[in-house]
């Protein structure tokens, strides 16, 4: 397996990073997790843009989230991968001053640590039906800034284990009364015959890009404020992310979701529309590569 480490491939056995790395020590970095098909990454502007946003408001500069798609095609091409997730993280990096190495204030002109890995999965045109999950409702404890893609994941990686704990494969977090997300998904409900889906402004959580996509690809879904209340009543309860596309919860703190019977049509059909707008993306990407070379 070949690993992509400050602009070179190297085998993962022989990748080095310092310990002294901020990234390590203090969680102090930014990440992104892409899904590619047929060798090309699904909505690569989106997550560029996302990278960027994110690099801006936690000031690490030195790198260039246009780059990404350079490095994404060396290392699907390097682990000979079409079908796959792919990781990167920027750190601050390592100061190359003398200690104290863990000063919150970072010393100026630091060179950011950027690393990437792609791992198989299955591919898009392979999910005929949404995947089924249980799941837990429990405490967004996370910090308040949950539009910014964070390295420091301790308190989704809590709530997970708790959720594990009580025997659910996922957790759905809420925050003063409000749905917010799932630890790596966002949410979407089956409400009366309408699907809803938590606006972000109501409480702190990622836009996810799956989300957008489907967001556009099925303008009639409902974005506002979403109740516990809402989240345990639900006909349906789905989850939709990068890795996970579309999965259907089958019960809720131990509870059947609606008649149990998961997935149901609201989830089949949140997994349609994500895979018409995936194929529109690749459509829209060949278009694009076709104008520029005309």
Partial sequence: MFVHLNGNLVP????????????YL??????????ATNGRVIALDRHVQRMRAGLGEARIEGFDPESLDAMTDELLRANRLEEAFVYWQVTRGAPEAKPPFRTRIPPPSMRPTVFGFAAPV???????EPSVKK???????RWTRGHVKSISLMGGVLAAIEAHEFGDDDAILVRDGLVTEG??????????GRI??????????????TRALILDEDPDIEVRPVTEDELRRADEIMLAGTLTMVAGISTLCGKPVGDGGAPGPASRSLLAALQRAIRKDAHQHVHSKNTIHA
């Fill in 183 to 192: 630890v790596s998904t966002n949410v979407f409900l089956s409400i009366g």
């Fill in 135 to 141: 799941a837990s409702v429990r405490p967004d404890t």
């Fill in 26 to 35: 203090m969680g102090d970095g930014i990440y992104e997790g892409l899904r």
């Fill in 12 to 23: 993962a056995g022989e990748a080095r990073v310092s310990p002294f790395d901020r990234g």
């Fill in 196 to 209: 809803v889906t938590p606006a972000l402004e109501s409480a702190p959580m990622l836009a996810g890009v």
């Fill in 122 to 128: 299955e591919s898009v045109a392979s999910w005929g």
